[in-house]
Nanobody
């Protein structure tokens, strides 16, 4: 089992950057693929980025491609989301997620474990 805790959210102006971190507990972290999702009130949680257990494979939503970068450090049980050129439409609660079934996917059903979320607000 894996427990996930996000940090790094906050308020930033449009065009700015933030780096989200996700700390994972458990000795089998390196066996999990990891993802980042985001959600606005009253809306469904949407895929942002995913990374394979090795870190060699990544995937991004079209809306963040070229601006966001997902990475992981298996030695530290950490996953990161570097967010650059932020836009007001990136405002949401961001969730870290982990899964071990198949390969890293872009739907919430692909993931078994979720963090509590961290708020990102981008002002115009």
């Amino acid at each position: 089992q894996v427990q996930l805790v996000e940090s790094g959210g906050g308020l930033v102006q449009a065009g700015g950057s933030l780096r989200l971190s996700c700390a994972a507990s458990g000795r089998t972290f390196s066996r999990y693929y990891m993802g980042w999702f985001r959600q606005l009130p009253g809306k469904e949680r949407e895929f942002v980025a995913a990374i394979s257990w090795s870190g060699r494979g990544t995937a991004y939503a079209d809306s963040v491609k070229g601006r966001f970068t997902i990475s992981r450090d298996n030695a530290k049980n950490m996953v990161y989301l570097q967010m650059n050129s932020l836009k007001p439409e990136d405002t949401a609660v961001y969730y870290c997620a982990g899964g071990s079934r198949g390969s890293a996917g872009d739907t919430t059903g692909d993931y078994d474990y979720w963090g509590q979320g961290t708020q990102v607000t981008v002002s115009s």
